[in-house]
């Protein structure tokens, strides 16, 4: 069952009918012991009004109501039962309507009133009192002792039984007609209070695919649902930020590609425009050579990033030596280095350098960080490596001075084809704002983080962190 609307009438109905139920009975219970106990006590005060009537003369009872013919004592259809016995068991008095039956004789410890539920001579349900004194006395004669007598009164209990069906049949009633009521209330109420669900559902509806400027307005909107509408909000403008990116980020890679294709089409157009030297032709091959290696970078790049985004690559953790493997990085790209006379110092502070993660993503991740300072270091500059360990991460701090400080946005160096002002000069035109966006990938992958920050008027500082050890 999946509508909420049915879901909280039958779970509020429930409870509704448990606690009408749950009333009834007490009630019921509480009507029924409170008409007992008025019966009760109306029996045992008649009990007590025939004790004034027992007297004892001498040795002698003598029960002045035998003299009486009470209409309630005779044979009939709503007669009353009165016995009396002495301390000896002996029964000395019984009422007309008894015609030959007996009561029961209950025992009673001292003169508190006993009762109890019998069945009367006539068949009829019936409830008994007895109580146990001493009859008054008629002579003075004190060498004579109190006689003790017990007498036992009963009546029928038919009419208590037949109010006591009334008052559940009433209840009954009560409750039938208070639940339906209730239910019909509720639906109303419910159906009511779910409006701002429905509304909400619209406002939703009415979001288009293509157009995710659109917001939930929270106008009247309860204050349940407040925390639904701000975060439907909140993922709206992630979603509208994520299309831009989107957007952004596929006209940027027709950009970067129509680039070198349409310089590869030049040359090519450029070879076969005329007949020309072996060595023409060679160079021209070269240079397509170039353009096409350029290409493939970027869409390995790209299907790299897009693995990591889908979270589709695959870690092998192994033990790592840093030193070494920055030294590895750093070979590959001394000799570009040294053409712009740029000097590379590598300090560890005294730190163990081994860590447990991925080899070959460590290695992109400090490879691009240092051909991206080899890039853009100021020439004749130098570029410093530290690596440093706070209990269990491991830091590598890459800085280098640069010409145009001013030109770098630390907030977006990361952002996917963002590059500075001065990255259109001729050494840095084959750069794409791609590698920086790959190592923050990368690093999310590791479990790590990398920030790029101007640490001095003209140093800039890129920091990566990982774990000194990564779980498989």
Excluded at 121 to 128: M, T, V
Excluded at 217 to 222: A, L, R
Excluded at 224 to 249: S, Y
Aim: aromatic fraction near 4%.
């Amino acid at each position: 069952m999946r509508s909420l609307c049915v879901r909280l009438i039958l779970g509020i109905s429930f409870v509704i009918t448990a606690v009408l139920c749950v009333a009834a009975i007490t009630l019921n219970t509480m009507i029924g012991d409170l008409l007992r106990n008025e019966f009760d006590r109306a029996l045992a005060d008649k009990a007590r009004s025939l004790m004034t009537l027992v007297e004892q003369d001498g040795d002698e009872l003598d029960f002045e109501l035998t003299e009486f013919n009470l209409s309630e004592f005779l044979a009939g259809a709503h007669c009353e039962y009165y016995q009396l016995w002495t301390e000896r068991d002996e029964c000395v008095a019984v009422s007309p309507s008894m015609q030959g039956a007996t009561l029961p004789l209950l025992s009673c410890n001292g003169d508190a009133p006993i009762f109890g539920d019998i069945i009367l001579p006539d068949g009829r349900p019936g409830r008994i009192v007895a109580i146990t004194f001493s009859p008054r006395r008629e002579d003075s004669n004190s060498h004579i002792a109190p006689r003790i007598v017990t007498i036992a009164l009963a009546r029928q209990t038919t009419d208590l039984h037949q109010v006591l069906a009334r008052t559940r049949r009433l209840l009954a009633a009560v409750c039938m007609a208070a639940l339906v009521l209730a239910l019909v209330l509720l639906a109303f109420m419910v159906r009511r209070g779910l409006r701002p669900v429905s509304s909400l559902s619209e406002q939703i509806g009415d979001v288009g695919e293509d157009d995710l400027s659109a917001r939930i307005e929270e106008g009247d909107t309860p204050a349940e649902l407040m925390p639904i509408v701000d975060r439907l909000n909140d993922l709206l403008d992630r979603l509208e930020a994520a299309l831009h990116r989107q957007r952004c980020f596929t006209g940027n890679v027709a950009h970067e590609l129509r680039t070198p294709l349409a310089g590869l089409r030049a040359k090519l157009e450029l070879a076969l425009s005329r007949d020309r030297d072996p060595e023409d032709y060679r160079r021209f091959l070269v240079d397509c050579a170039e353009i096409n290696r350029h290409m493939r970078h970027i869409v390995e790049t790209l299907l790299h990033l897009a693995r990591l985004d889908s979270r589709q690559t695959e870690l092998r953790v192994e033990p790592i030596e840093i030193d070494n493997l920055v030294s590895s990085c750093w070979s590959c790209l001394q000799a570009q280095a040294s053409v712009r006379a740029i000097t590379f110092t590598k300090r560890t502070n005294g730190a163990d350098e081994s860590v447990s993660t991925d080899r070959d993503s460590l290695r992109l991740v400090i490879h691009n960080v240092l051909e991206n300072a080899v890039c853009y270091a100021k020439t004749g500059g130098t570029i410093g490596l530290t690596i440093s360990r706070i209990r269990a991460q491991v830091s590598i701090v890459v800085q280098n001075p640069v010409d145009n400080p001013g030109s770098i946005d630390p907030q977006r160096i990361f952002d996917r084809f963002w590059r500075a002002d001065s990255s259109w000069n001729g050494r840095q035109q084959l750069h794409m704002g791609l590698g920086l966006p790959l190592c923050r990938a990368v690093m999310g992958h590791l479990g790590g983080s990398i920030e790029a920050a101007i640490t001095s008027p003209d140093i800039f500082t890129i920091k990566v962190t990982l774990p000194a050890c990564l779980s498989r």
